[in-house]
């Protein structure tokens, strides 16, 4: 079984910037992608940002410039760190782990919410 544990939404104003991590844990051997799709009110959920376990990164054009991933092999761990963040980033950020051999699991989701 494997598990995602998100932490780090919450309330921001607008300029504002955070962080939010993914912690990935379980019986698996490696782990091929993790990263995060966000799904705002009335709207498809959509890919932020996703990093490969060499670093290979796709980000959003819409957050392009404003956010940083990484990924944590030996713990198994992602961030992403977002800035200059405005109230279109409102969403639920769902953290996703492509597990090899395993396929992709989903973390909870956690609401971020940009104040103007």
């Known amino acids: 079984q494997v598990q995602l544990v998100e932490s780090g939404g919450g309330l921001v104003q607008a300029g504002g910037s955070l962080r939010l991590s993914c912690a990935a844990s379980?019986?698996?051997?490696?782990?091929?992608?993790m990263g995060w799709y966000r799904q705002a009110p009335g709207n498809q959920r959509e890919l932020v940002a996703s990093?490969?376990?060499?670093?290979?990164?796709a980000t959003a054009d819409s957050v392009k410039g404003r956010i940083t991933i990484t990924i944590d092999n030996a713990q198994n761990t992602a961030y992403l760190f977002m800035s200059s963040l405005k109230p279109e980033d409102t969403a639920v950020y769902y953290c996703?782990?492509?597990?090899?051999?395993?396929?992709?699991?989903w973390g909870p989701g956690t609401q971020v919410t940009v104040s103007s």
């Open positions: 990093i490969t376990s060499g670093d290979n990164m």
């Open positions: 379980g019986h698996f051997l490696s782990i091929r992608t």
């Open positions: 996703f782990a492509n597990i090899n051999s395993l396929g992709v699991y």
